[in-house]
């Protein structure tokens, strides 16, 4: 319990300190009590860990998607007749596939990485260099030979 009504003592007094312009002992001040298991203001947490960030990617990319085939489903007949009319429009069916997959690529990536699954690092022999790549031993074994 002293540990803690040391902490509880020790901000107040940083911040008496900082207010009179001796901003060097605040800093050392607040220093130990980060040391002791509290974080000064400045660096409090802000909430932003890279799975939240992630999993607001994916919720965006997700609705994203969702409006990708809504506008697909509800328009088939106008997208179909422009899909199927060649030439120049011929390109729209790959862009449109291009597209897709990128908002469901980013999506499935963002999903996963918000729950904490990633890809595992290869562990590993690093690739033989060119220089250290061995020859084939000789072979010894024995041959049939013809003397003609």
Do not use: C
């Amino acid at each position: 319990m002293s540990s803690d009504s040391n902490k509880l003592e020790t901000i107040p007094a940083a911040v008496a300190f900082a207010e009179r312009g001796d901003s060097k002992t605040a800093i050392e001040m607040m220093a130990g009590a980060a040391d002791q298991g509290t974080r000064p203001p400045t660096q409090q947490r802000k909430g932003n860990s890279p799975r939240r960030a992630a999993a607001k990617r994916a919720t965006l990319f997700g609705a994203m998607s969702l409006g990708l085939y809504g506008v697909l489903f509800a328009y088939s007949d106008t997208i179909m007749h422009y899909f199927t009319m060649g030439g120049v429009h011929a390109v729209l069916p790959i862009a449109t596939v291009f597209l897709f997959s990128y908002v469901h690529g980013t999506f499935a990536g963002e999903l996963w990485t918000s729950m904490g699954i990633t890809a595992s690092k290869k562990v590993g022999k690093p690739a033989a260099k060119q220089d250290e790549v061995r020859k084939p031993a000789r072979d010894t074994r024995p041959r049939a030979t013809l003397n003609a």
